[in-house]
């Protein structure tokens, strides 16, 4: 009985003392469940849309929700051999890498300019960065309409193109400050007293270290400007100059019996998003965290 009560500690506990309590975390397995639970929310419409796609109209009738009897690879095929798909891929294409060249370009300077240099107005020019993020495209669209028709750039992707550009800049700018303060202002000195001017420093210090915030930033501009449907809707209205996302609308308008096909079409539109930001987006959150800690 001494041995006994010596064991036990006046909670009645067997722990010896000074041993901490093992405590079982549930908040982990809860909050895995509920991320793949997310995960399966998000992706089930995608999963949706491209399974459907191989099946055949009576199918989706009568079972909307589930698999193909025999994988039909037809609609894909057919959506493939066409070329109006080609060209509005051609279209998206043009409009996704001229703006995210211009957006990493024009972004590039004018950051470099606003975290390396101190004059009047800096912060002015900043904020008015800043406050373009709470003005999305949408509001605009009205002014736009007519800015864009006065200008002679309706039915143009460059009509498009320029406002997709403005409206990436301030988060553009956003991101790649932080980025270039930085970098040391000893690294600017020393690269001044080597002989290497404004420009050199540029492109041969300031580029290669804010690397992860251009990739960044790039691949955001890149995304949105293959998935805007919004801006291209009003200015666009020729169907050679047609965008995806529209595509996608004059498709399934066109083909609105057979829906298996436009599954498939609408599924090869959105593939090249969502390749392009699977694999970068180890780079994105890299640099979006870059950002924030700068």
């Known amino acids: 009985m001494t041995t006994l009560a010596a064991q036990l500690r006046p909670d009645g506990t067997g722990r010896a003392p000074g041993r901490p309590r093992r405590r079982i975390r549930w908040s982990t397995p809860i909050v895995a469940f509920i991320a793949l639970l997310l995960v399966g929310v998000m992706l089930a419409p995608v999963a949706y849309i491209i399974i459907g796609g191989f099946r055949t109209n009576s199918e989706i ?46 972004g590039l300077m004018a950051s470099f300019g606003l975290s390396r240099y101190r004059f009047r107005g800096r912060g002015a020019i900043y904020t008015l960065f800043t406050a373009g993020l709470m003005f999305p495209i949408t509001v605009a669209i009205t002014p736009l309409y007519i800015l864009v028709r006065s200008l002679g750039l309706m039915n143009s992707l460059a009509g498009v193109i320029i406002p997709q550009v403005a409206f990436a800049l ?92 436009v599954l498939a079409f609408v599924s090869l539109s959105m593939l090249p998003a969502l390749i392009f930001f699977s694999i970068f987006e180890r780079r994105i959150v890299g640099g979006l965290t870059g950002a924030v800690k700068g």
């Open 170 to 261: 301030p988060m553009t700018i956003v991101i790649l400050v932080p980025f270039l303060q930085a970098i040391p202002a000893e690294l600017q000195e020393a690269a001044e007293i080597d002989g290497c001017g404004r420009l050199g420093f540029f492109w041969r210090m300031v580029l290669p270290l804010s690397k992860p915030g251009v990739i960044t930033v790039g691949i955001l501009a890149f995304i949105a400007s293959w998935n805007s449907y919004m801006l291209p809707l009003f200015i666009l209205n020729d169907d050679a100059s047609f965008t995806l996302p529209l595509g996608v609308q004059a498709f399934s308008s066109q083909y609105s019996v057979d829906t298996a096909k």
């Open 61 to 106: 009738t009568q079972d909307p929700s589930g698999l193909p009897r025999v994988w039909q690879f037809s609609n894909y095929l057919e959506v493939l051999a066409s070329d109006v798909f080609w060209r509005e891929v051609g279209n998206s294409v043009i409009a996704a890498v001229a703006t995210t060249v211009l957006v990493v370009v024009l």
